[in-house]
């Protein structure tokens, strides 16, 4: 049988989709809550009163764009993080997926698919949302989904190898606080990053999610011809999360 | 050519030896019994033989598949049923066993899940949730969920551990089907009854080992002759009677809060206290005086 069988793949994700029949409500519902809750709070509150415009943009565009790259982590790496735990250690799904014709890799690459179509859609809810606080339309919106779902497939494998790191559901704690925090709050998504110290400034380049908060405002307001570099930076993130996601996730599974 | 072909087979876990040296064939079609305490390397026996754990050393083959090279492909003519149960709790008995079906590439899946469902009896339960079915109807999923793709070897771990007794009956019926279908069953357990019921052939595991293997009524008459006497008395009579059997050159064996004498048919005069209760021996003397562990 060869490496990454269509079949194996389609067959993982299957299951999650039966799953994801039993939990779709309360998931779609903090997906359209919580940007919301952002943006009035945030939009609407700092943007009528401190704030009017950043680079350029009225403060609730400028928010309602970088909302999707919170939309996209905070819907990638946490359910990965823990599904995949869960998954391996206290259901043992993996290892009933595993007595069947898939391998750990073809078992990964499902599941960050899964994730990252998951994630590529309830990443557009932000903007959708935005669009009720006025921000316009725009074709190259049309391109949001798969910034979103390119971005989320490095986030998901992110969360797979922490998943597969660590001994203990509590560890998780230390990513949150130590990655993703950081990475969330220096994507550029309620102040722009120029108003970091010039080395923090160097650093945020390498966060993927500032690269997808560019992009989404870009793809709102007018693409430049770097963001096909930002586009190739968010595809080597994904495919090297992806190999890490396969090897510690082999060594977890396979004694 | 055997189903399973294992060759010196070891696997190391740091210090620990849980496979050391196994040599198994498993002929086609029959129901092998893999009976050894907890701990004598028969769940990592089974994983090795699915490739979710790897040799340090020997060669393994199952239905002619070397692994663990073709363990992908050799997983795709076999089922398993595992220990504890891993079914997904929040969905429909039918999309667990559809998933299942589609993971082993099976063409027309809802007629598989038709089979499955009816198999384990649980056609009027089809969509309800896995999460509002009783432990025996969870079991009887799990084993058809092994089952959607007609494996040719079929792999039991302990499949009725921690089962009530009437649940257990139920699942060993399942595994009779089976067998009269010609489906090879390689089943570790830890009960005995289960082993003496169920297979053709037992092998007894230890420490990593198969220390005995024969039909049930071979190892019995090899290991424990034809009779057992079994005496029931206050601890201090117990040793006394337990000193005389073995200076008769007897053999004697724990059997809860009783001794049991093995092989009471080859004794002298004096050797069996009259209060003995003599009953046919069993494959659980074999087990114990194998192992020297009590059996379930």
Known sequence: ?255 | MPAIELKGVVKRFGEITAVDGLDLDVPRGICLGLLGPNGAGKSTTMRLLTGQAIADQGSLRVLGHELPAEAKEARAEMGVVPQLDNLDVDVSVQDNLAVFARLYRVKDVRAAVDKGLELSRLTDRRTDSVEQLSGGMRRRLLLARGLMHEPDLMLLDEPTVGLDPQIRTQLWSLVDLLRSQGVTILMSTHYIEEAQRLADEVAVMAAGKIIARGKPHELIAKHAGRETAEVYAPPERLAEVRATAEAHGLTVRPAGPAIAIVGSERATDGAIPPEAIVRAASLEDVFVLLTGEEAE
């Open chain 1, 1 to 255: 049988m060869r490496r990454l069988e269509p079949a194996a793949i389609t067959g993982v994700m299957s299951r999650e989709v039966a799953n994801f029949r039993s939990y779709w409500k309360s998931t779609t519902f903090s997906s359209v809550l919580e940007p919301v809750i952002y943006l009035l709070a945030f939009g609407l509150g700092l943007g009528s009163t401190i704030v009017d415009k950043v680079e350029g943009l009225d403060y609730v565009e400028f928010v309602g764009t970088g909302m999707v790259a919170t939309a996209v982590i905070f819907s990638s790496a946490l359910p990965a993080m823990f599904g995949a735990f869960v998954k391996e250690r206290f259901q043992r799904t993996y290892d009933a997926i595993l007595a069947a014709p898939v391998d750990v890799e073809e078992l990964v690459t499902a599941e960050m698919l899964w994730i990252g179509i998951r994630s590529g859609f309830y990443g557009c809810f932000p903007l959708i949302v935005s669009m009720l606080f006025g921000l316009d339309p725009a074709p190259g919106m049309l391109l949001v989904p798969l910034f979103a779902f390119i971005t989320a497939l490095g986030f998901a494998a992110f969360g797979i190898a922490t998943a597969a790191s660590v001994a203990k559901i509590d560890q998780f704690s230390y990513v949150t606080t130590l990655v993703i925090t950081p990475l969330f709050l220096v994507a550029g998504t309620f102040f722009p990053i120029d108003q970091l110290p010039e080395g923090l400034q160097v650093l945020a380049q390498f966060n993927p999610l500032h690269q997808l908060v560019v992009l989404v405002r870009h793809a709102c307001f007018g693409f430049e011809a770097t963001d096909l570099l930002r586009l190739a930076g968010l595809m080597v993130f994904a495919v090297v999360l992806w190999r890490e996601a396969v090897r510690r996730m082999s060594k977890r599974l396979i004694d």
